[in-house]
């Protein structure tokens, strides 16, 4: 059964950094495509980035690229999300969620398997 667990949130001062880890289970990943989402209170959750299986073709939404940084660990079968440069409006909550690989490209719609979040506060 494919299982996904969010680790790594927290409270981080603004401009600072966090690494956050998606353990997965009942699934290997180089079958599948991992994304990163947010929710913040009030707020519609949104695709952060996502990373395919097989050749790890990458996404970033505008408002991360150049400061988040998403990479996976076929041996920890775990995929993370380094968050550098941290501003406020980046608190949220974070899931990870997964579907099976289509072809080599990664979005991040379709994610039927999702965990349970990690907090991520950033505030100074």
């Known amino acids: 059964q494919v299982q996904l667990v969010e680790s790594g949130g927290g409270l981080v001062q603004p401009g600072g950094s966090v690494r956050l880890s998606c353990a997965a289970s009942?699934?290997?990943?180089?079958?599948?495509?991992i994304g990163w989402f947010r929710q913040a209170p009030g707020k519609e959750r949104e695709g952060v980035s996502c990373i395919s299986g097989r050749i790890s073709a990458t996404y970033y939404t505008d408002s991360v690229k150049g400061r988040f940084t998403i990479s996976r660990d076929n041996a920890k079968n775990t995929v993370y999300l380094q968050m550098n440069s941290l501003k406020p409006e980046d608190t949220a909550v974070y899931y990870c969620a997964a579907k099976r690989l289509s072809a080599y490209g990664c979005s991040l719609n379709g994610y039927p398997y999702w965990g349970q979040g990690t907090q991520v506060t950033v505030s100074s």
């Open positions: 009942g699934f290997t990943l180089d079958d599948y495509t």
